[in-house]
């Protein structure tokens, strides 16, 4: 499941009676990844949830393109993205290994499981309930979570919280790794990702 690149245009974004932002608009191409800028407040994650389709958009058109196929409908954009929000959606009795085998199944993944913690540095953590797990820890399951479901285009909200230095230089390899695989990153941030990085920034 690959993707050639997202298109938005002349978006605008209305939240409880408010307008958001409007007229904001990006193009991000396989390999890129695009960073959100800008004060709280500014639309960085409304954004986000209506490029997965969780939030329609007041006005403007979000655009993914396949090889000959464009797919403008939010619920079919879902197919393809990876999602990382301030939610670590890992329910506190099951372990992180339970956790990625249920989230690969979900996914129809084939990747080891074991192996993407090895690789988020959950090895020893790796059969303790999730309930035991601190912040920066299911920040890293999260992470191995979004590598094993292998969707071309993530979409992540603040990935680089509650992780120290290891833990923002983990995330940094995995977005790289995303994107120099051919896939898409956006997210919302309000550090440097510390890779190269298209720049958005919402007033």
Known sequence: ??????????????????????????????????????????????LL?????????????????????????GEERGNFIGWLGHHDAAKPQLSPRETLRFFAELYGATGDVDAALDEAGLRR??????QYLSAGQKKRLSLARLKLGNRPLWL??????????AGKTLAAQFIRSHCASGGIAIAATHEALGIDSVRLALA
């Open 1 to 46: 499941m690959t993707l050639r690149s997202i298109l938005a245009e002349n978006l605008s974004c209305i939240r409880g009676g408010r307008l958001v932002f409007r007229d904001v608009g990006f193009r991000v191409e396989a390999g890129q990844a695009l960073s959100l800028e800008g004060p709280n407040g500014a639309g960085k994650s409304s």
């Open 49 to 73: 949830r209506m490029i997965a389709g969780f939030l329609a958009p007041a006005a403007g058109s979000i655009l993914l393109k396949r090889d000959e196929t464009e797919i403008f409908d």
């Open 125 to 130: 953590a790796r059969d303790l309930p999730c």
């Open 156 to 165: 992540l909200d603040e990935p680089l919280a509650a992780l120290d230095i």
